[in-house]
């Protein structure tokens, strides 16, 4: 009777052809250093993530100092000359101020920007942080400001005549 199956020298033969293929791969691993990328690869992604976890702590705590910080002004002086208040914008830049007096100035329409003022020194200004208004009779009466190039444009609600005498302090980051 004949018997059906594998010879022990096709087991040998078997078993060192998978014990080569296993020291080529082994040794491709070792040498092409996969497993030393690998631990680099592991260590750079802990050291990144340490570094957003410091960098979002220190944000948070700039925002909450910006936030519940001391936002009283009053001790500033108001200066027609551009001032350092002290004061930090909560990307660590420094906030400056300045008082506009403007002499009078044309028709504000309602719903849609208005120049109000030109000069050079507000194409400076990369952040306007905060801003206020007294034009005789009123306080903040316009709504929105904004500065673009060297103008200084209002938004207000409703239509205003040409006016004289109103003063801007304007606080604000510089470029």
């Known amino acids: ?35 030393d990328k690998a631990k680099t690869a592991t260590q750079e992604y802990k050291n990144a993530q340490d570094y957003e976890e410091t960098q979002i702590a220190k944000y948070s705590n700039d925002i909450n100092n910006y936030v519940t910080g001391n936002r009283d002004y009053t001790s500033i002086s108001y200066s027609t ?61 316009f709504h929105n400001v904004c500065v673009e190039n060297n103008t200084l444009k209002v938004y207000d609600s409703i239509t205003e005549n040409a006016r004289t005498n109103m003063i801007v302090t304007l606080q604000y980051t510089k470029k």
């Open 81 to 141: 000359e551009e001032q350092d208040t002290g004061l930090k914008w909560i990307n660590g830049d420094s906030i400056y101020q300045k008082t506009l007096v403007i002499a009078s100035f044309g028709k504000v329409t309602a719903n849609s920007w208005s120049t109000v003022y030109t000069d050079n020194f507000l194409s400076s200004i990369n952040i306007l942080v905060d801003s206020k208004f007294w034009t005789g009779l009123y306080t903040d009466t």
């Open 1 to 35: 009777m004949k018997n059906r199956g594998i010879t022990l020298i096709s087991l040998v033969i078997t078993i060192v052809i998978l014990i080569i293929l296993a020291g080529v791969a082994i040794n491709t691993l070792v040498n092409n250093g996969i497993i």
